[in-house]
T-cell receptor
Framework: AQSVTQPDIHITVSEGASLELRCNYS??????LFWYVQSPGQGLQLLLK??????LVQGIKGFEAEFKRSQSSFNLRKPSVHWSDAAEYFC????????????FGDGTTLTVKP | DAGVTQSPTHLIKTRGQQVTLRCSPK?????VSWYQQALGQGPQFIFQ???????QRGNFPDRFSGHQFPNYSSELNVNALLLGDSALYLC??????????????FGPGTRLTVL
């Protein structure tokens, strides 16, 4: 069975500081991995995805993530956080993008201090 | 392009009642998936519709049913509502022909409260 663990329920960082959100997954085959962001009252927006190839993937809004197969991790990073990045972040794993059967983690809420 | 739209925005029902939620996919998309997001949790996959048929289903009881119309819009129906059905219901659309890497786009959701 596939599963996703986001160990940090809530993270607070100062504006301009760097950010790393952790994601660990369990999946029996080669995974498709995703990070989504959800702002209050909004649906999910895809930040980035990994299927194969270069293990460091670039996404929108200055985010990047690194796939580490040996650690079953797919951590999200940003070098300098902006106040507008405050939101909830979800990591997900699935067989592909189009099959709805992706499994999501329970999310990490990011608070940005001025 | 309006993106994925859902209606209503909010809904309050009582236990035992039935509810219908609606979703219009992004222009050009033919596949609609529904998710349930309980408070403090990530979304859970309910089912996916393509060509007016249920294509895949998650671990949800038969009280949850759906429909897709010829214009690709979709409805989610929940019968015999339970308190535990209170959640944000998200709709996502994609283009199946786009292949496995085609992105899903999510709507803003319908907040269902069951009293």
């Amino acid at each position: 069975a596939q599963s996703v663990t986001q160990p940090d329920i809530h993270i607070t960082v100062s504006e301009g500081a760097s950010l790393e959100l952790r994601c660990n997954y369990s999946y029996g085959a080669t995974p498709y991995l995703f990070w989504y962001v959800q702002s209050p009252g909004q649906g999910l927006q895809l930040l980035l995805k990994y299927f194969s190839g270069d293990t460091l993937v670039q996404g929108i809004k200055g985010f990047e993530a690194e796939f580490k197969r040996s650690q079953s991790s797919f951590n999200l990073r940003k070098p300098s956080v902006h106040w507008s990045d405050a939101a909830e972040y979800f990591c997900a794993v699935g067989p592909n993008t189009n099959a709805g059967k992706s499994t999501f983690g329970d999310g990490t809420t990011l608070t940005v201090k001025p | 392009d309006a993106g994925v739209t859902q209606s209503p925005t909010h809904l309050i029902k009582t236990r035992g009642q039935q509810v219908t939620l609606r979703c219009s996919p992004k222009s050009g998309h033919d596949t609609v998936s529904w998710y349930q997001q309980a408070l403090g949790q990530g979304p859970q996959f309910i089912f996916q519709y393509y060509e007016e048929e249920e294509r895949q289903r998650g671990n949800f009881p038969d009280r949850f049913s759906g429909h897709q119309f010829p214009n690709y819009s979709s409805e989610l129906n929940v019968n015999a509502l339970l308190l535990g059905d209170s959640a944000l219901y998200l709709c996502a659309s994609s283009q199946l022909a786009g292949g496995p890497t085609d992105e899903q786009f999510f709507g803003p959701g319908t907040r269902l409260t069951v009293l």
